[in-house]
């Protein structure tokens, strides 16, 4: 029982002497480590961490029409240096020369010695200093330059020897400045992302790649790659080139800059659009900054801003009426001299083409801007009771508006197009009244963007063809195309082709003989149509409260070939004008004279056709000189001619429609005429002569001092060209 009592008592101060106090200790240090002093162990924990980080990709470019660049990423580098990365036999036998290098060429504000002794204290760890590993050289340094630096003493070791580090960043560079500012757009943190780079970035943006990346320091977010090659390697985002045309986006901007510069309204817009394509060729968008004092590309009020259009509108008031039979151009239409009663709200006309008219053509109505006489008619021929007839009245005139697709968004590759607005036949939660239609007639309570417009007017431009408008044409890797984007038709036809060609006849003479009138040039012909509308209005039996207007221009160019269809939408013009004629329309033509006088393809070739047929007054005749020269230039122009000479030189002379050359004597003693020659064959003839020849003038001979036939004994003659 002893030795029994002896081994248990054992037993218990192993027990209760060793085993629990150490039990104790451990949960004590648990309970410590991770709830005491869990933070500081979780922030060692992430000083030291490792793990799989992205590597960001190389961002596409983006491409005008031609190739020129509209958005590149330009790679730079923020440099730190680890002073710990290195032995220190390595770091202290190159501290001298790379002191005096950093001082020189990285940052100046120190002398070589400055630098020296900096660089002797990051490696001092006296006193418990804990130490620096990331310390910052440089922010934003050039690919150039920071070769040069990885060149230095001591870092041309490498990063993991040397203790360099580079930290790859890029910036998004536009090398045309604020062209198309607003359409090329951006992407950036915790915004919305904007134009083509946020509808693109998913193509332009790539794929990460990983890499397993240490953490340099506890208080940055510097990671160090801890090996040359990535474990998944990123992939660069591929490239997107846009139909937009770098001189006609150029023109545009010019123009609308200029015109808002005269006006000084709120904001404007510009659209220049391929007819054939629906391609877009330059967008133009400027808004007045807060501070009032410049116009900036800030917003797409091109593709966002949905307003009531005005007078523009009339064209597809005029197609229904046409399409649906109720008039010809020909037929009369009273337009009261601009007045008129719609019940117990009065309209009337903008333009004092009106103000002493009575019955007029609907043609002229529309040219002269009417709106008393498109209302007049739309009234009597679509404002009829709802008697459930869809086919009838406002619902046939709506399903006309359909037809042109002016309820639908043009769906171009922007994000935040606004939707138009078409009111619901006879719908009470539409505000559908007895005036709606003959309002809406004149471009009134009903809403659409810019380009939805100019969609429209490009149709009828395109001979009835309605094409989506867009803005990219392709999607490039490595200069290959992977994605073509062909144009797209919406529709094939948005009216009759006799409905088309009528509504192009009426666009022709509003510039002819309308409201656009005096925007007409000698140079080549346009269409178009001039719009201007209240805006922030209100209307009563007492009349109407108007707080500004909206002008506006919509068209193509040239009238008989149309190439490139446009809009200009000035809101708000505050200074040399209202009108659309006035303000709008001088921008549109401003751009269409400009894109005319600098786009070759505007212009027919000069040898479209058969060869013409050359008669005596278009030949070169009597014209004198070398006989060899002579033919080379003839041949050369491809212009047949007749006569073998025997002589140096020869004379052309031309009988209806053949050109001869024939042999030209010259006496050797004698003074020969040179009247029709060029100067160097002149001074060829008479100084083999012995004639010492003095000029005047440029051009051909004609007229010489010393008369033909005189003897030659050394003169001097004096040549006058002209």
């Given amino acids: 029982m002893d030795i029994k009592n002896e081994v248990l008592y054992r037993v218990y101060f192993l027990l209760f002497g060793l085993l629990l106090p150490a039990a104790g200790f451990l949960l004590y240090s648990t309970v410590n480590i991770a709830i005491l002093e869990g933070e500081y162990w979780r922030e060692q924990g992430r000083e030291n961490y490792v793990k799989p980080r992205a590597v960001p990709a190389e961002r596409g470019n983006i491409y005008a029409k031609d190739g020129s660049l509209l958005a590149t990423s330009v790679p730079y580098f923020d440099l730190y240096f680890d002073p710990f990365a290195s032995s220190e036999e390595d770091y202290f036998a190159n501290i001298d020369s790379l002191s005096y290098l950093l001082a020189t060429y990285v940052d100046n504000t120190y002398t070589a010695g400055g630098f020296r002794d900096y660089l002797y204290n990051l490696r001092d760890t006296s006193n418990n200093r804990r130490p620096n590993r990331n310390v910052l050289l440089k922010k934003s340094v050039s690919f150039a330059e920071k070769a040069r630096i990885e060149a230095f003493p001591l870092f041309n070791l490498g990063q993991f020897k040397g203790g360099l580090i580079a930290k790859k960043l890029s910036e998004r560079k536009r090398p045309f400045g604020l062209l198309a500012r607003r359409t090329i757009g951006y992407v950036r943190e915790d915004q919305q992302p904007v134009g083509l780079e946020g509808r693109f970035d998913s193509i332009l943006g790539g794929q990460a790649g990983t890499q397993m990346m240490i953490k340099v320091d506890p208080k940055s977010d510097l990671w160090l790659p801890l090996g040359n090659l990535s474990e998944v390697e990123p992939r660069s985002g591929d490239d997107i080139v846009t139909t937009i045309d770098v001189n006609l986006q150029d023109i545009a901007e010019e123009a609308l800059l200029a015109g808002m510069r005269r006006h000084q309204p709120e ?128 619902y046939q005139y709506l399903q006309r508006m359909r037809d042109f697709n002016l309820d639908l968004p043009t769906n171009i590759e922007l994000e935040g197009e606004a939707n138009p607005y078409l009111k619901n036949a006879y719908s009470e939660e539409d505000d559908w009244s007895l005036v709606t239609l003959p309002w809406m007639a004149t471009g009134y309570e009903v809403r659409l963007t810019p380009l939805q417009t100019l969609t429209f007017y490009n149709a009828v431009a395109n001979n009835g063809r309605m094409m989506k408008p867009y803005l990219v044409e392709r999607v490039e890797r490595n200069g290959e195309t992977i994605d073509l984007i062909k144009p797209t038709v919406v529709k094939k036809a948005i009216a009759s082709k006799s409905t088309i060609e009528k509504a192009r006849l009426l666009l022709e003479g509003v510039v002819e003989r309308g409201t656009a009138s005096g925007l007409r040039t000698n140079q080549y012909r346009f269409a178009g149509k001039t719009g201007t509308a209240q805006v922030n209005y209100s209307r009563s039996s007492r009349g109407t409260r108007v707080g500004g207007y909206q002008a506006s221009f919509a068209g193509y160019f040239p009238a008989d070939k149309p190439k490139y269809s446009c809009i200009v939408v000035v809101y708000k013009p505050r200074e040399g004008g209202i009108y659309g004629s006035d303000v709008a329309g001088p921008i549109f033509r401003e751009i269409a004279d400009k894109c005319f006088n600098s786009m070759i393809d505007l212009h027919d070739p000069l040898n479209d056709g058969p060869r013409p047929v050359l008669y005596e007054r278009n030949l070169p005749g009597f014209e004198l000189g070398d006989e060899k020269d002579i033919r080379v230039v003839l041949d050369y122009l491809r212009i047949p001619y007749y006569g073998d000479p025997e002589t140096p030189m020869v004379i052309m002379t031309a009988s209806s429609d053949s050109l001869f050359i024939q042999n030209r004597s010259m006496s050797d003693n004698k003074v020969p005429s040179v009247v029709g020659m060029g100067l160097r064959d002149a001074v060829f003839v008479l100084e083999n002569r012995g004639l010492r020849v003095t000029t005047e003038g440029a051009g051909r001979v004609v007229r010489q001092s010393i008369l033909p036939g005189t003897s030659t004994r050394g003169q001097t003659i004096k040549l006058i060209l002209g």
């Avoid at 007045?288 to 966002?304: L, P, Q, S």
């Avoid at 649906?324 to 719609?342: A, M, N, Q």
């Avoid at 040219?367 to 459930?388: C, F, H, Q, T």
């Fill in 267 to 394: 904001w404007g817009t510009a659209i220049v659009m391929d007819v054939e394509t629906g391609a877009i060729r330059a967008i133009a968008n400027l808004g007045r900054d807060d501070a009032g004092e410049g116009y900036y590309e800030m917003y797409n009020y091109a593709i966002a801003m949905a307003t009531e259009p005005g007078s523009t509108f009339k064209l597809a008031t005029m197609m229904a009426l046409l399409e649906d039979g109720h008039v010809k151009l020909t037929d009369s239409v009273d337009i009261e001299k601009g007045r008129t009663i719609f019940s117990d709200i009065e309209m009337e006309d903008a333009s004092s083409y009106s103000f002493k008219l009575d019955s007029i053509t609907v043609q002229r109505a529309f040219e002269i801007s009417s709106n008393v006489g498109m209302a007049k008619l739309v009234d009597r021929y679509y404002n009829l009771p709802d008697n459930g007839d869809q086919n009838k009245g406002a």
